[in-house]
Structures are given as C-alpha cells and as structure tokens.
C-alpha cells in the first residue's frame, strides 16, 4: 500500500533510513518539532517509506515520502486530518529533522463532493518551504487523504529546476494510486 522507491519511478532510490521505525508514527510536539512516538491507542498500524530522486540532468534532487496509518475507526482517523489542518495554524513553521525547516507552511482542507474532490472522503494539502542545512530554501508538499479507517499521506520537496506543478503532479499521482491499493484492500475485507 505505501510507496516503495520504484513505485514513483525509475530513477528514485530509498533514502537513509528507508523506513519509520515500526510501531511507530510522526507527531507535531510542543515546540513544532517533528519526532517519531509510539503508537498511541486506537491507531493499529503506521509505516512512513522515504525515497528520493537524484540530482541529474542540470536538476536537483526531490525527496518524496509515502505513508499511510489504519485506525480502528473512522472517527479517529477523521480526527488525524483535523490534527493535521490545524497543525499549520499552531505551527507555520516546523522542524522535520534537527537540520530542516518547513516555512511560511499553509493548509487546504476539502472533504468529498467540495471543490470537486472525488477522490476521498476527507483531504488535506500543505504547501510551504523546504529549508535544509545549506540554506536553499524549495518548494514542499504534503498531501493527505483519508479512505474509511486509513490515512495515506505524502511529502514531495523538490530541488532546483523543479516547478511546482510537476511536484504536485508527481505528488498527486502517487496519493492517488496508494488510495486505489487502500480501496482494493477494503474490498477484499
């Protein structure tokens, strides 16, 4: 269900490290820092797989990540996406990792049948900044949808040469095949 490095294309190879520790998922602390937690009750699954794409061809490099959280009811994965909206108002600025920075973040909320979204029932976007360690700041997505009882989520930062539609295009596109894996799977149930 979650993106692996061939699954976004040819060229991208899994980053170090390639996966989120098991048994755990992502939380927003106190003070806007991103850090692994474990598992908290009502969540029965959570995987986080991080890929990249190499700098090549007069471009930069784009790091994309692919995850996705079962819950054991739909109410607490409703209340992920509004977590998640919220987020951005309590912290428009994040820090992934001790040596990045997310900026001058904004979100987007749209459950199913608004703005033509067809796709999910609940959907959340952010767009923002990447600041790494060198200073260069690049564009940022993270694309959320929820389907029943599971979130898929993914983060595309793109280098020099990308333009934002072809991030949110390649963003875009995996979200939407990982909700098609999610659907399957929910059928087969």
């Known amino acids: 269900m979650v993106f692996a490095p061939g699954d976004w294309g040819r060229r991208f190879v899994a980053q170090d490290p390639a996966e989120s520790t098991p048994?755990?998922?992502?939380?927003?602390?106190?003070?806007?820092?991103?850090?692994?937690?474990?598992?908290?009750r009502g969540v029965l699954a959570g995987l986080s797989r991080y890929s990249g794409l190499p700098a090549g061809g007069g471009k930069g490099a784009v790091k994309v990540t692919a995850a996705a959280t079962a819950h054991s009811s739909i109410l607490g994965a409703d209340e992920q996406l509004s977590t998640t909206l919220e987020e951005v108002l309590r912290c428009p600025e994040q820090q992934p990792r001790a040596d990045a920075r997310i900026t001058g973040l904004n979100?987007?909320?749209?459950?199913?049948?608004?703005?033509?979204?067809?796709y999910a029932d609940d959907s959340v976007l952010e767009a923002g900044q990447y600041v790494?360690?060198?200073?260069?700041?690049?564009?940022?997505?993270?694309?959320?949808?929820?389907?029943?009882?599971?979130?898929?989520?993914v983060s595309v930062t793109g280098g020099k040469g990308h333009t934002q539609p072809e991030l949110q295009q390649l963003g875009a596109t995996a979200l939407g095949q990982m909700l098609g894996r999610v659907q399957q799977r929910l059928k087969e149930k």
């Open 107 to 118: 979100s987007l909320g749209t459950p199913f049948g608004a703005r033509e979204q067809d």
């Open 132 to 153: 790494g360690k060198d200073g260069a700041a690049q564009p940022y997505l993270w694309m959320v949808a929820r389907l029943g009882t599971v979130v898929v989520a």
């Open 23 to 40: 048994g755990t998922w992502a939380v927003l602390d106190g003070h806007c820092r991103w850090e692994r937690q474990k598992l908290p």
